[in-house]
């Protein structure tokens, strides 16, 4: 099943690019500077209020991200920067994170602009029975999508993540993402340890009031 999803990108939605950027529909560069230098750190994801994410980045400041969740797919609605400096910006781009039902093979597609640049982005689920092992455990039956997207290689002097992959576990939510960046480099994101209260089983993105993820992020 392929799908196509247009969006006309807001300074409001998002102040973040490809290689500081947000989910699907997409976001307008803060400072672009065409380096690949995303800082090495730890990260906290809380579910503070229904579909809600509160970010804190090694323990300080407090990012937004809000979710949308319907019968049909799990996307995020909006963004709101706090007093820190999440990594959230390595963690999603397109809009829509998951279809439902999930389905190896399925694929959407997203368009929209940053910084003057039109940006396309095309989203497969590559598998729905994987196994991933990172710092908080081996998981299994996970669903792997993959994104990849189309820009000008000139946008942000050229630095800029070209495909994000993330892994969701059943019963846990996300549990890793690996972000390669046009010049070469990849970011890595793995949960460390979480918290997520009576999920249902066969749930990829638990959201209950008080359900936790810890990431650590590295880049080499």
Request: proline content about 5%.
């Amino acid at each position: 099943m392929k799908k196509n999803i247009v969006w006309v990108c807001l300074g409001i939605i998002m102040a973040i690019c490809l290689s500081a950027c947000g989910p699907g529909g997409g976001g307008v560069d803060e400072t672009p500077g065409g380096e690949v230098d995303p800082p090495d750190s730890t990260e906290t994801y809380t579910v503070t209020a229904p579909g809600t994410w509160s970010m804190t980045a090694d323990g300080a400041g407090s990012d937004t991200l809000v979710f949308s969740r319907t019968e049909d797919q799990l996307s995020w609605a909006t963004y709101e920067f706090g007093a820190g400096n999440s990594g959230i910006n390595y963690l999603i781009w397109s809009r829509v994170l998951l279809k439902f039902p999930v389905a190896e093979g399925d694929s959407w597609s997203e368009s929209g602009g940053s910084n003057g640049y039109t940006i396309d982005s095309a989203t497969v689920v590559e598998d729905t029975d994987a196994e991933v092992t990172v710092k908080a455990g081996t998981f299994t039956s996970c669903v792997v999508t993959k994104e990849t997207f189309s820009v000008d290689p000139a946008y942000n002097d050229g630095a800029f993540i070209s495909e994000y992959k993330k892994y969701f576990a059943p019963g846990v939510g996300l549990v890793k993402v690996v972000d390669t960046w046009h010049p070469g480099q990849v970011t890595t994101g793995e949960l460390v340890e979480y918290v997520v209260h009576d999920p249902a089983p066969d749930d990829y993105f638990p959201m209950t009031t008080g359900d936790w993820w810890e990431f650590e992020w590295t880049t080499e």
